[in-house]
């Protein structure tokens, strides 16, 4: 079965950058995939950050960009800001089947 | 603008079938482009992926799920819902619905999520 996998936890400094990665068990991800990042605080359902690779959804800050580096997809923030605090899934789509990541728990400190 | 709202009970026993519903408002659930998804997270756990459905009946479950998941749609009353049966502790969770746009395949819209437990 498919794992997609995610840092357990990461770390940024106010107005620092940080990337999240998104990977594959066994195998590279790519567009193909069409790699998805959601953020997620306590009790709230997921907002929808990037599809698509590199899209940004609707209202979501420019400081948050989706990208393929190496053979993993990546979600990096430029400008962390406090309440970037959350934890944040990617998703990949594999034919009919929706495969999320075990998720990155993000602190800014 | 589409909004998603789930609903059914908050505790199922064990050995039981787990039914909840998704009320579609704000958009048709009659929709080419979105497939209406079911998506759960354990207490302290990450997301995970239970099953879509399209407007028309066509189905795609979790592997890990496939066994005991029934998707279903109900466009006269633009709500979809699912059923999951054998229930233990373990399918204890917060349970979303989600539409997926087929375009990007992104889960563009989520209801608020409904919590279940499973206990005696």
């Known amino acids: 079965q498919t794992v997609v996998t995610q840092e357990p936890s990461s770390s940024v400094s106010p107005g620092g950058t940080v990337t999240l990665t998104c990977g594959l068990s066994s195998g590279s991800v790519s567009s193909r995939y069409y790699p998805s990042w959601y953020q997620q605080t306590p009790g709230q359902a997921p907002r929808t950050l990037i599809y698509?690779?590199?899209s940004r959804s609707s209202g979501v800050p420019d400081r948050f960009s989706g990208s393929i580096i190496g053979n993993k997809a990546a979600l990096t923030i430029t400008g962390a800001q406090a309440d970037d605090e959350s934890h944040y899934y990617c998703v990949l789509y594999m034919g009919s089947d929706v495969v999320f990541g075990g998720g990155t728990k993000l602190t800014v400190l | 603008q589409l909004q998603l709202q789930e609903s059914g009970p908050r505790l199922v026993k064990p050995s039981e079938t787990l039914s909840l519903t998704c009320t579609v408002s704000g958009a048709s659930i009659i929709d080419y482009t979105h497939y209406w998804v079911w998506i759960r997270q354990p207490p302290g756990e990450g997301l995970e992926w239970i099953g879509s459905i399209y407007y028309s009946g066509g189905t795609y479950y979790s592997p890990s799920l496939k066994s005991r998941v029934t998707l279903s749609v109900d466009t006269t009353k633009r709500r979809f819902s699912m059923k999951l049966s054998s229930v233990t502790a373990t399918d204890t969770a917060v349970y979303f619905c989600?539409?997926?746009?087929?375009?990007?395949?992104?889960?563009?819209?989520w209801g608020q999520g409904t919590r279940v437990s499973v206990s005696s």
């Open positions: 989600a539409t997926q746009y087929s375009g990007t395949w992104a889960l563009d819209h």
């Open positions: 698509s690779t590199n």
